[in-house]
């Protein structure tokens, strides 16, 4: 949603960099840039006013004046500044002392308020609550039945006493829900209450009757993130009509400006609690102001990408994977790669992931082209192969590649090229789980290409060379020979006894990688 802004934003602090100083007129100039960027991402203008000037009157003193490096100190205010303007600090959840803790969702008909209430059942389940949806929006069609189907798909529990399609009482649905969640041990209701399309006296009465009548501890006003500066007015209009405590933004994946969603914390003075970033209904987190301005600046967001991690990857599992990886490369086979591979996918999107990490803006174009479904077909290859083949994938030669390539649908190139590419993983991976560091790199401690071990490769070739001598030659080559038969003699070079065949000796696979 921020694209459009974020590339604005980089193109501006580019102009800025390798200046070691900076001047008035390039100050006016950025700060100039920086508005036009945040009125074309339809931020509000009170907000742009008193961003901009903030940042001027910070930009112009002695932080940037006497910094080492004046851009990235206004970068680092720039930064300072939106998180200011989306809240501050992370605003949580409050729960009662006494449950069940009540939240009350408002907003808008076509906001998302019946999704996002499955999303937010789902998120409080994974946090080790028992949430109850309630069904108070009995104007809508269907939309208690949306709601029931949602609560299924969320695996949280739903009160829905009345059919709704205009038939009920929603106050006394909201009141009785209250009763139910304690006889049946819930500890947090969320009341779905109806929207409109528009303000209007009838929502706001009987949203204030349904607020009244279950005392929640929580109000969160639902707001589509893309429907632009008319977001601020429902806000403003519902602060003053209802009240809300907290904001949360659905449909921040769309392709609006979305700068709507920077001004509605500023304007109405509730901080954004939550954010939807997608369909699936665990497309959904708590939002924290500092990484959404980190984003926002291309600066990635590791935090909330190790958190998706934690949620996902299993601490013993992890540890088990690193053991099996220090015992040595061929202890990872394509089963461990293909699991690991299915974690990583239940961390989301691969695209929303690599949009995380620091640096990955400039990659845009990539990233959005990146196909999905690729992690698909290597999940059918590696699945075509027989479990042999999956434990040994050294032994999958030409006329196995073909019968897995038929098995899941793709060319033979693309099993050869899987193969290939595992087997440079697990040796790259082997390789850092050891505390070798990165093959291939010069001068570093357990890394391959030092110059000096170049040298002695070179100065042991230079020792096996034969000289260019015939007599001089003859002799090496008696020399040899005589070498050879007083090792039959004694024993082989690996202990073996005299006399024993040396061409039938195999040395163990361990040993053989060093040969």
Same mark, same amino acid.
């Given at each position: 949603?921020?694209?459009?802004?974020?590339?604005?934003?980089?193109?501006?602090?580019?102009?800025?960099?390798?200046?070691?100083?900076? &001047?008035?007129?390039?100050?006016?100039?950025?700060?100039?840039?920086?508005?036009? *960027?945040?009125?074309?991402?339809?931020? *509000?203008?009170?907000?742009? /006013?008193?961003?901009?000037?903030?940042?001027?009157?910070?930009?112009?003193?002695?932080?940037?004046?006497?910094?080492?490096? +004046?851009?990235?100190?206004?970068?680092? $205010?720039?930064?300072?500044?939106?998180?200011?303007?989306?809240?501050?600090?992370?605003?949580?959840?409050?729960?009662?002392?006494?449950?069940?803790?009540?939240?009350?969702?408002?907003?808008?008909?076509?906001?998302?308020?019946?999704?996002?209430?499955?999303?937010?059942?789902?998120?409080?389940?994974?946090?080790?609550?028992?949430?109850?949806?309630?069904?108070?929006?009995?104007?809508? +069609?269907?939309?208690?039945?949306?709601?029931?189907?949602?609560?299924?798909?969320?695996?949280?529990?739903?009160?829905?006493?009345?059919?709704?399609?205009?038939?009920?009482?929603?106050?006394?649905? *909201?009141?009785?829900? $209250?009763?139910?969640?304690?006889?049946?041990?819930?500890?947090?209701?969320?009341?779905?209450?109806?929207?409109?399309?528009?303000?209007?006296?009838?929502?706001?009465?009987?949203?204030?009757?349904? /607020?009244?009548?279950?005392? +929640?501890?929580?109000?969160?006003?639902?707001?589509?993130?893309?429907?632009?500066?008319?977001?601020?007015?429902?806000?403003?209009?519902?602060?003053?009509?209802?009240?809300?405590?907290?904001?949360?933004?659905?449909?921040?994946?769309?392709?609006?400006?979305?700068?709507?969603?920077? &001004?509605?914390?500023?304007?109405?003075?509730?901080?954004?609690?939550?954010?939807?970033?997608?369909?699936?209904?665990?497309?959904?987190?708590?939002?924290?102001?500092?990484?959404?301005?980190?984003?926002?600046?291309?600066?990635?967001?590791?935090?909330?990408?190790?958190?998706?991690?934690?949620?996902?990857?299993?601490?013993?599992?992890?540890?088990?994977?690193?053991?099996?990886?220090?015992?040595?490369?061929?202890?990872?086979?394509?089963?461990?790669?293909?699991?690991?591979?299915?974690?990583?996918?239940?961390?989301?999107?691969? &695209?929303?992931?690599?949009?995380?990490?620091?640096?990955?803006?400039?990659?845009?174009?990539?990233?959005?082209?990146?196909?999905?479904?690729?992690?698909?077909?290597?999940?059918?290859? $590696?699945?075509?192969?027989?479990? *042999?083949?999956?434990?040994?994938?050294?032994?999958?030669?030409? &006329?196995?590649?073909?019968? $897995?390539?038929?098995?899941?649908?793709?060319?033979?190139?693309?099993?050869?090229?899987?193969?290939?590419?595992?087997?440079?993983?697990?040796?790259?991976?082997?390789?850092?789980?050891?505390?070798?560091?990165? +093959?291939?790199?010069?001068?570093?401690?357990?890394?391959?290409?030092?110059?000096?071990?170049?040298?002695?490769?070179?100065?042991?070739?230079?020792?096996?060379?034969?000289?260019?001598?015939?007599?001089?030659?003859?002799?090496?080559?008696?020399?040899?020979?005589?070498?050879?038969?007083?090792?039959?003699?004694?024993?082989?070079?690996?202990?073996?006894?005299?006399?024993?065949?040396?061409?039938?000796?195999?040395?163990?696979?361990?040993?053989?990688?060093?040969?």
């Amino acid at each position: 949603m921020f694209d459009t802004l974020s590339d604005r934003l980089a193109a501006t602090f580019k102009n800025l960099r390798g200046k070691g100083r900076l &001047s008035e007129a390039d100050i006016d100039a950025t700060a100039r840039e920086i508005r036009i *960027a945040l009125l074309e991402a339809d931020v *509000a203008l009170p907000v742009v /006013r008193s961003f901009i000037k903030q940042v001027k009157e910070r930009a112009a003193g002695a932080e940037v004046s006497q910094a080492l490096n +004046p851009a990235q100190q206004v970068i680092k $205010i720039v930064n300072e500044e939106l998180v200011g303007i989306l809240g501050g600090e992370t605003r949580r959840l409050r729960f009662a002392k006494n449950p069940p803790t009540v939240i009350m969702l408002a907003g808008l008909q076509g906001a998302g308020k019946t999704t996002l209430a499955g999303k937010l059942g789902r998120w409080l389940k994974g946090q080790g609550h028992s949430p109850l949806l309630v069904a108070c929006d009995l104007q809508r +069609p269907n939309a208690v039945n949306q709601l029931s189907v949602v609560a299924e798909r969320a695996g949280v529990a739903v009160y829905a006493p009345q059919p709704g399609n205009g038939v009920g009482d929603p106050v006394q649905v *909201a009141k009785d829900s $209250i009763e139910f969640a304690r006889t049946k041990v819930h500890d947090v209701v969320i009341v779905d209450t109806a929207g409109r399309l528009g303000i209007d006296q009838e929502l706001m009465q009987q949203a204030a009757d349904i /607020r009244d009548a279950v005392s +929640p501890d929580e109000v969160l006003f639902v707001v589509d993130a893309m429907i632009g500066q008319d977001a601020v007015n429902t806000a403003e209009a519902f602060r003053d009509g209802v009240g809300f405590d907290g904001v949360v933004l659905s449909k921040l994946d769309g392709d609006a400006r979305g700068g709507a969603a920077l &001004s509605i914390a500023h304007v109405t003075g509730r901080q954004i609690m939550f954010a939807s970033n997608g369909e699936k209904l665990d497309d959904f987190d708590a939002f924290h102001p500092d990484r959404m301005a980190s984003r926002i600046l291309g600066m990635g967001d590791m935090l909330s990408l190790i958190e998706k991690a934690e949620q996902t990857f299993s601490q013993a599992e992890a540890e088990k994977m690193a053991a099996k990886l220090q015992k040595g490369p061929k202890e990872f086979t394509l089963d461990d790669f293909l699991a690991q591979m299915e974690q990583v996918r239940k961390m989301g999107s691969i &695209s929303k992931l690599l949009g995380m990490l620091p640096g990955m803006g400039e990659m845009k174009s990539q990233i959005d082209n990146l196909d999905e479904r690729d992690v698909d077909r290597t999940a059918a290859i $590696i699945k075509s192969m027989t479990p *042999a083949e999956r434990d040994q994938p050294t032994i999958i030669n030409g &006329s196995r590649r073909a019968r $897995i390539a038929k098995g899941s649908g793709v060319e033979v190139s693309a099993v050869k090229n899987l193969v290939e590419r595992f087997f440079e993983a697990r040796k790259m991976m082997s390789k850092m789980a050891q505390g070798g560091g990165m +093959p291939g790199m010069p001068g570093m401690p357990g890394m391959g290409g030092g110059p000096g071990r170049q040298k002695k490769k070179q100065k042991q070739a230079k020792g096996k060379q034969r000289s260019g001598n015939p007599m001089k030659r003859k002799q090496q080559e008696l020399e040899a020979a005589k070498r050879r038969e007083e090792q039959a003699g004694a024993g082989g070079a690996f202990g073996l006894p005299g006399g024993e065949q040396q061409k039938d000796f195999e040395l163990p696979d361990e040993f053989k990688k060093f040969m």
